[in-house]
């Protein structure tokens, strides 16, 4: 089968496209011949092998995955013999985060605990942009964040993956919301409901003075201290992604500064696929439209994790693996 070869860490050009082994189903395992996958902070990282705790958990001087890609959606060619919720012909979608990755090639082998049904009204493009992102969103403004009416919602990182699905999550919640990206998402941002948007390259949200009910940042790049001043009391700070200094500096010292003011500073724990029937429904009812850069064709994959990296993508990147 073709797929993208990771071989050593190092730039997404450094790519291979070549062939590897077809996989075969284990007895809790479903085939699935992928149809889309689409592109996240997880690939641009595995690649590289940047930040340093990536190589933790994926290797120190060589990649344990030599198939990147996390968001696939597709079809069930096989099913092992102990496998009850899912039958061949089947059409499903999953992050495969907890499963050794493999979204970027012909076909993955997937435990059938963490797959979940494709919704019938959207295309299998669609399918593979709500996963990931799709998850982050609702673990973090509605399980963690625990998101109520009448609050005052700030999403850093808004055009991206994370935000806006965030945006349409929260819609049926009755907040006000405020987006924070780049300029050029900023007319995407206002189209999916942000009350206000701020392009951060001229607005530091930290410094404006405005107080916020809870915060979801994708790109952590200030200090405690400085996103604390903008919770307002008994404020929720949520973080996923940016700067790891950051991340484990409110790791470190987030409950520190709750004992003290209130405040709840903390890093999101993902817990991949956990809650994804949550988002079929809220696609099947036609409250949750994907924002799709793309698709793609297959042999673009590595300039587009590259693209990735820039922050220059308005949604998610999708691929088409089989046209």
């Not at 609050?151 to 919301?177: M, R």
């Not at 950051?246 to 890093?267: C, N, Y």
């Amino acid at each position: 089968m073709k797929a993208i070869l990771l071989k050593e860490y190092g730039l997404p050009s450094d790519l291979e496209i070549g062939e590897a082994v077809k996989p075969v189903p284990g007895d809790n395992e479903v085939l699935v011949r992928i149809h889309s996958a689409s592109i996240n902070d997880t690939d641009w990282g595995l690649v590289r092998g940047k930040p340093f705790v990536i190589r933790l958990f994926f290797g120190l001087k060589k990649p344990k995955i030599n198939i990147p890609g996390i968001d696939v959606s597709g079809k069930i060619e096989a099913v092992g013999d102990n496998v009850s919720s899912f039958n061949i012909g089947d059409e499903v979608y999953c992050d495969l985060s907890d499963c050794g990755c493999g979204g970027f090639a012909e076909y993955v082998c997937v435990p059938e605990n963490q797959l979940s049904k494709k919704p019938s009204n959207i295309s299998f493009n669609n399918a593979a942009t709500l996963p990931h992102a799709g998850i982050l969103a609702l673990q973090g403004l509605v399980d963690k964040g625990k998101v109520k009416s009448g609050q005052h919602v700030l999403i850093n990182g808004a055009g991206g993956g994370v935000g806006t699905l965030g945006i349409q999550i929260l819609k049926s919640y009755g907040v006000t919301v405020t987006g924070v990206d780049s300029d050029e998402k900023l007319d995407l941002m206002k189209s999916l409901g942000y009350d206000s948007v701020m392009d951060y390259k001229k607005t530091d949200f930290t410094d404006t003075g405005e107080k916020y009910d809870l915060i979801l940042d994708t790109k952590s790049y200030r200090s405690v201290f400085k996103v604390a001043r903008s919770l307002k009391r008994n404020g929720t700070y949520i973080t996923m992604g940016g700067s790891m200094y950051r991340l484990l500096e409110i790791a470190a010292l987030g409950w520190l500064v709750s004992l003290f003011t209130g405040k709840k500073l903390s890093v999101l724990i993902h817990e991949p696929n956990r809650g994804l029937d949550r988002i079929s429904e809220l696609v099947e009812k036609g409250q949750i439209k994907p924002v799709i850069d793309g698709p793609y064709g297959f042999n673009k994959i590595p300039e587009l994790i590259q693209y990735f990296g820039e922050g220059k993508h308005l949604g998610k990147i999708v691929v088409e693996i089989e046209k």
